[in-house]
């Protein structure tokens, strides 16, 4: 059973930059690809990023792509998401979430078997 955990989350202004990390344990970490995703009142789970076992296989949702990156430590067990440029629009709680599979990874939140409780992300002036 895989354990996920989020940090780093907290209130900034529109411009400035967040740095989210998910550590995992309880199970071979470097076996599961890993996902981003938010969700903000009211509105469905959105899909921000995800990375593969092995760290080259990455995909962003187009809202955030240019601006966010992801990035994983197996030897930490911890998978990052750089934001930058932050967004009012990008306020919401932020999850990682855990998929046992291969080098690639989907933004669809039915592929993934694993999630942390979640950090929140306030974008405000």
């Known amino acids: 059973q895989l354990q996920l955990v989020e940090s780093g989350g907290g209130l900034v202004q529109p411009g400035e930059s967040l740095r989210l990390s998910c550590v995992a344990s309880?199970?071979?970490?470097?076996?599961?690809?890993i996902g981003w995703f938010r969700q903000a009142p009211g509105k469905e789970r959105e899909g921000v990023s995800c990375?593969?076992?092995?760290?080259?296989?990455?995909v962003f949702a187009d809202s955030v792509k240019g601006r966010f990156s992801v990035s994983r430590d197996n030897a930490k067990n911890t998978v990052y998401l750089q934001m930058n440029s932050l967004k009012p629009e990008d306020t919401a709680v932020y999850l990682c979430?855990?998929?046992?599979?291969?080098?690639?990874?989907?933004?669809?939140?039915?592929?993934?078997?694993?999630w942390g409780r979640g950090t929140q992300v306030t974008v405000s002036s």
């Open positions: 309880g199970s071979t970490f470097d076996s599961y690809a």
């Open positions: 990375v593969g076992k092995g760290g080259t296989s990455t």
């Open positions: 979430a855990a998929t046992l599979g291969g080098d690639y990874c989907s933004n669809y939140a039915l592929e993934y078997a694993y």
